[in-house]
Every structure is written in C-alpha cells, then in structure tokens.
C-alpha cells in the first residue's frame, strides 16, 4: 500500500513570491491535515480537510491556504512569503481519528 | 483546549539501558495520545496510541507507554535501548472523538541519543 506522498521534497523561492505544494493521501484516506515544522516553534498544526471543506483550522495568517480535491489530494499555498516560513511542512491522511500517517516533508527555503 | 509537555529536550541511555521519556498532557475533553518518531529528513512515524482502552498500551520496536490519569501522563519507555532508537520523539495529543477532529498538538520534542 502506497504512503503518503508529498512533491516537491525540496523547494528553495525568495522572499514576497508564493508556493504551492501538494499532498496525495493513502488511498481511501478522505482526511488530510497539514503541518508546518521549525526548530524555533515546533510542529504546528496548519488546517485539516476532510471530503473537500476545511475541518479546522490553526493559527496562521491568511496567507497560508489549502484546498482538498474530489480525489482527497490536497494541495496548501503560501503566498508572499516571508524569511519565516522557512520550514518543513508535513502532510497527514488518515481514515479515522485514531491514526494519521505522515508524509516525509516537503523542506522549504525562504531566501 | 489540550497541550503537551515534554521534559528534557535531550535525553541521553547507554546502549541495553531503560528508555523513559516524559510526557505530560492537559486537555478538557477525555484526550487520544500519541508517541510519534522522527529520523533525520523524514516524516513522523506512529510509535503508540491511546484512545481510551487499555491504559498500558505496546507499540513497535518494543517501547510502550502508560496513559495515568491521575497524573495526566503519558511516558514512553523501552526496557533496553538499541542504537538505532537514536531519534527525535514527539508526544502529541488530540480531541478524538469529542471534537477537534485530526488536529494534533504536539510537544516540543525530546531527542534521544544512544551510546555504546
């Protein structure tokens, strides 16, 4: 069984220009949450989609969206960006509330 | 609301020796716990759960933890440490079924480190 997938591992953009990155959930895995991970603030919960609607949301600025397709992939957009959203933002898909299963990252270099 | 508290961002075992790593979490609803492990450059994998059954709970690679309410904790432990235990643990806990939905908060983390 496949896992869950994250593209690109690797992305280096400067600072004001905006991102896409994309998640592709284990198969029959309708929930997808996001996650940013920094050595300054932790892992942090970004938003969760379950069935295409945003199920909950963290405490970031609104530049930092997401969206869910029909066929559970998930893609989150950060726009403008900032030194500090240099990060590793993780992808999660899970089918019940007991059990999520990550991504390997996609790393993020703001210059 | 619901938070997790690791103590000891470094933890230091020598090889065959007792693992224990903290955890203590605080939540207003009945909470899911979980120990996650991550290597360098990869994601988290799940060490453990608890999702109120049995409050002692196994997971892989031999570690396991105890959920006691009474001291809202939930330490991970191996009785004997291997080298490849050598990783960055995290305690996260979420709303389960009482809401929330996948929202997991996590601790800050403990990095374990293995010698011989």
């Known amino acids: 069984k496949a896992g869950v997938t994250q593209t690109p591992r690797y992305l280096i953009k400067t600072r004001g220009q905006q991102v896409t990155l994309s998640c592709s959930p284990i198969s029959g895995h309708r929930s997808v949450s996001w996650y940013q991970q920094t050595p300054g603030q932790g892992l942090q919960f970004l938003f969760e989609y379950f069935s295409e609607t945003q199920r909950n949301k963290g405490n970031f600025p609104g530049r930092f969206s997401g969206r869910q397709f029909s066929n559970s992939r998930s893609e989150m957009n950060v726009s403008t960006l900032e030194l500090g959203d240099s990060a590793l933002y993780l992808c999660?898909?899970?089918?019940?509330?007991?059990?999520?299963?990550f991504g390997p990252g996609t790393r993020l270099t703001v210059l | 609301a619901q938070s997790v508290t690791q103590l000891g961002s470094h933890v230091s075992v020598s090889e065959g020796a007792l693992v224990l790593l903290r955890c203590n979490y605080s939540s207003s609803v009945p909470p899911y716990l979980f120990w996650y492990v991550q290597y360098p450059n990869q994601g988290l994998q799940l060490l453990l759960k608890y999702t109120s059954a049995a409050t002692l709970v196994k997971g892989i690679n031999g570690f396991e933890a105890e959920f006691k309410k009474s001291e809202t904790s939930f330490h991970l432990t191996k009785p004997s440490a291997h080298m490849s235990d050598a990783a960055e643990y995290f305690c996260a806990v979420s709303g389960g079924l009482t809401g929330g939905g996948n929202k997991l908060t996590f601790g800050t983390g403990t990095q374990l480190k293995v010698e011989l």
């Open positions: 999660a898909s899970s089918k019940t509330l007991d059990t999520q299963y």
